[in-house]
């Protein structure tokens, strides 16, 4: 299964259009790239992570974590 944060995503175009487009302003933003794969090649996190009988995984796409130490 794929998520924006929490939210169930159902295409690549879907979840697109849940960033904000100024969130690309900058072209090293690491998920620019993370993008392109996907869009590319959608199954490749789930073979790469699935080949060694792994269990099943979600893609989870702006996963939010606490801040440690005040700054983030």
């Known amino acids: 299964m794929i998520y ?3 939210q ?3 295409n690549f175009k879907e979840l697109l259009n849940k960033y904000n487009m100024m969130e690309f302003k900058s072209p090293y933003r690491s998920t620019i790239p993370l993008l392109i ?3 590319n090649k959608p199954n490749y996190f789930f073979n ?3 080949q ?3 269990p099943l995984v979600d893609l989870i796409f702006e996963y939010e974590t606490k801040v440690k130490k ?3």
């Open 4 to 6: 924006y944060k929490k």
């Open 37 to 39: 794969l996907y869009e």
């Open 52 to 54: 060694n009988d792994a």
């Open 48 to 50: 790469l992570i699935n």
């Open 8 to 10: 169930k995503i159902k």
């Open 70 to 72: 005040g700054k983030g």
